[in-house]
Structures are given as C-alpha cells and as structure tokens.
C-alpha cells in the first residue's frame, strides 16, 4: 500500500516506515554487490529468471 492509499494517519507513518527500510535495505545490498539493482521491467525478468532459468515471456507462451 502507498502512502496516500492509507485510509489513517497511523498507516500512512507504517508505510513511510516500510519505504525507509525498504530503501536501506536497498542501499545495503547494492553496497555488497557492488552494483545497483536491475529496477522496473528489468528487475521483474531477473526475478523471473531466476526462480528457473526461463524469461517471463517464455513461461507464458508454454
């Protein structure tokens, strides 16, 4: 959930939390790597891929 879709204050500061920990968590395993992560449509296919080798485009035509 976005921070403007949280129906109360409460959830809005969750979300604002979740999104800070996201991103250090994001900077510290890029760190590690040494390299940024893939983001977008170029992350969606490394996940895809990894999970079994095979692009998403290929699994949806089987």
Known sequence: MGIEQAPTEKGKQAA???RKSA?????????QKGSDLAKGSERFEERSKSSDG?????????
């Open 16 to 18: 604002r939390g979740l």
């Open 23 to 31: 991103a250090k968590e994001e900077k510290k395993v890029e760190a």
């Open 54 to 62: 095979k692009s998403a485009g290929a699994k949806q035509r089987l």
